[in-house]
Nanobody, 123 residues
């Protein structure tokens, strides 16, 4: 069983920044692509960003382009989401997930999920 633990969420004013971190227990972390999703109250979980195993390629949702950056450190078994210019509509629980197979934007393509970290952006 793989465990993913997110951290770094909190309350921030609009225009501010946060850096989310995700630690994984998988020893072969460097072999897996990873993703970040978010879920706002009353809404479905939505894709934010993904990164390939080497970190060479990233994918971003339209809502994240130019503001969010996904990265990873394979030596530390960590994946990150740097979020800048935050907006109130970015308020959600943010989840990291380990990609299994298929399209990066689908939740069904991910085998393991963290418990999530709350991000609240005030106006």
């Amino acid at each position: 069983q793989v465990q993913l633990v997110e951290s770094g969420g909190g309350l921030v004013q609009a225009g501010g920044s946060l850096r989310l971190s995700c630690a994984t227990s998988r020893r072969t972390f460097s072999r897996y692509d990873m993703g970040w999703f978010r879920q706002a109250p009353g809404k479905e979980r939505e894709f934010v960003a993904a990164i390939t195993w080497s970190g060479g390629t990233t994918y971003d949702a339209d809502s994240a382009k130019a503001r969010f950056t996904i990265s990873r450190d394979n030596a530390k078994n960590m994946v990150y989401l740097q979020m800048n210019s935050l907006k109130p509509e970015d308020t959600a629980v943010y989840y990291c997930a380990e990609h299994f197979s298929g399209t990066y934007t689908y939740t069904s393509s991910y085998a393991y999920w963290g418990q999530g970290t709350q991000v609240t952006v005030s106006s």
